[in-house]
């Protein structure tokens, strides 16, 4: 069984601070990774993509891969009320027919 | 439109009705998934389409779940004899490609089985 595992929190966070969500992955074939984020109620938003070793900025997310150790992370510079969601982590199977999604870490970023 | 569109947005049945969910993927969009989100958990991979074929089926939890995709475009999941265990919320995505690049989720249909 191929497995995502994310610490469920909540990770608590004061506004203006680095948020750090990360995520362990099983499938040492899998290439690519997704951070999805989830407002209560609403469905799962695609916020970043990675596919290679090292680090993708967009804005005021990075996300950060490490293959070797089966590790994906999410960085969130300048935490605003409004980043208070659950993020998913996701990893594409190796056929692309779906992604495996973890249970998700909640963040609260209180003002 | 310019999203993926998913009916209904709510239903309940009541335990052993046959449900039928609808999902329009975004114009153009090759492939369509289909997931089960239930409270507190991540969404749970169904199945996938590629134009009108299934091609994998793996993630359907009993043979009570059928899903079809006739013309390559609007797709329906069905669920007959419906349990309790059912109730969560079904995302249908789409995308121009295989999973590899992620997608874009619909609304989804909340389903409550009394």
């Known amino acids: 069984q191929k497995e995502v595992e994310q610490n469920s929190g909540p990770l608590s966070v004061p506004e203006g601070a680095i948020a750090s969500l990360n995520c362990t992955y099983s499938?040492?074939?899998?290439?690519?990774f997704f951070w999805y984020r989830q407002y209560s109620g609403k469905s799962p938003e695609l916020i970043m993509f990675i596919y290679s070793n090292g680090d993708k900025e967009d804005g005021r997310f990075t996300a950060q891969l490490n293959k070797a150790s089966q590790y994906v992370s999410l960085l969130i510079r300048d935490s605003q009320p409004s980043d208070s969601a659950t993020y998913l982590c996701a990893v594409a199977n190796q056929a692309g027919t779906a992604l495996i999604f973890g249970k998700g870490t909640t963040l609260s970023v209180s003002s | 439109g310019a999203g993926v569109s998913q009916s209904p947005r709510y239903k309940v049945a009541k335990r052993g009705q046959d449900v039928a969910l609808r999902c329009d993927p975004i114009s153009g969009h090759v492939s369509l998934f289909w997931y089960q989100q239930a409270l507190g958990q991540g969404p749970e991979f169904l199945t996938y389409f590629q134009n009108e074929a299934q091609l994998d089926k793996s993630g359907l939890p009993s043979d009570r779940f059928f899903a079809e995709r006739p013309e390559g475009s609007v797709s329906t999941l069905k669920i007959q004899r419906t349990q309790q265990e059912d109730s969560a919320v079904y995302l249908c995505?789409?995308?121009?490609?295989?999973?590899?690049?992620?997608?874009?989720f619909g609304s989804g249909t909340r389903l409550t089985v009394v």
């Open positions: 995505a789409s995308s121009p490609d295989r999973a590899n690049y992620g997608y874009t």
């Open positions: 499938d040492r074939g899998s290439q690519s």
